[in-house]
């Protein structure tokens, strides 16, 4: 039987590789996807990660946090979801400040082009941290196999659109397919290392799995209503994109409570 330590970081590989099996149509495809597809992909992540966030993530927090912090337990688990939306704004804020303005990169276009890539690789990266640790955390809570697995299906659903909205911009840049592809895997790594740091912390900091799924999920609200969604409405695609959202947020809910994982 493998601990639950060793289960994170092995459901975190299927999520965070996720986000190159997205970006793989891209050593195929001879020109960008229509945005009414990638809206739409998009757009059933945002709905996904809202349903995983409330169902795979607060939920547990609360139940947990009243196991180990009793009447404090609530105010915890708020404290945690305002603390994880506040450092994802605060590190997008730093990467836009220190972000290099162009890459040097083929001709003026095409450098701007493949710098809107870097910019939107690295938020990805940065978003795949808290990721990882809410599947290495969900594997540590007393019965949270379930979760771990469906937080990581769920993650890997949102990755996959994700994978294919860092690879476009540098294909648009007229960057070598290649390159392209392994510049999305590099960016879902993070996601099974973040996984084990926080299998391991959580393993010698038990009390600490509450406000870590509250981070966790307090992070993946801001990425979805900052990031996803309004990426997903900016090209006039509402109804597509609410479509998506909609779908999404139901996929979650069948996962969450399937009996096929037991």
Do not use: C
């Not at 590989?13 to 195929?28: H, K, Q, R, W």
């Not at 349903?51 to 105010?75: D, H, M, R, V």
């Not at 808290?130 to 697995?149: D, H, N, Q, R």
């Amino acid at each position: 039987m493998l601990s639950p330590v060793v289960m994170g970081f092995l459901a975190s590989l299927f999520s965070g590789g996720a986000t190159a099996l997205g970006a793989l149509p891209v050593l195929f495809m001879k020109k960008r996807p229509k945005h009414e597809l990638v809206d739409f992909l998009l757009s059933i992540a945002a709905g996904v990660m809202i349903a995983a966030s409330a169902f795979s993530l607060i939920i547990p927090a609360l139940e947990e946090a009243t196991i180990s912090w009793n009447n404090w337990g609530l105010w915890l688990v708020v404290l945690g979801i305002s603390l994880g939306g506040t450092l994802v704004f605060a590190t997008d804020k730093l990467l836009e400040k220190f972000s290099p303005k162009y890459i040097t990169y083929g001709d003026s276009i095409t450098a701007e082009k493949s710098h809107r890539g870097v910019l939107i690789a690295s938020a990805i990266i940065i978003h795949n941290i808290p990721e990882g640790l809410a599947v290495g955390v969900a594997f540590s809570i007393a019965g949270g196999e379930k979760i771990g697995i469906v937080l990581a299906i769920a993650i890997g659903l949102q990755n996959m659109p994700e994978g294919l909205a860092v690879a476009i911009p540098f294909l648009e840049g007229d960057m070598p397919r290649w390159k392209v592809f392994l510049i999305a895997l590099g960016s879902g790594i993070v996601e099974p290392i973040a996984a084990l740091i926080g299998g391991l912390l959580v393993g010698v900091f038990h009390s600490i799995i509450p406000i870590a799924l509250a981070v966790a999920a307090g992070a993946m609200v801001y990425i979805v209503m900052v990031e996803l969604i309004p990426e997903t409405l900016s090209h006039g695609n509402k109804y597509i994109a609410s479509l998506g959202i909609f779908i999404g947020f139901l996929i979650l809910i069948i996962l969450q409570y399937s009996p096929i994982f037991g």
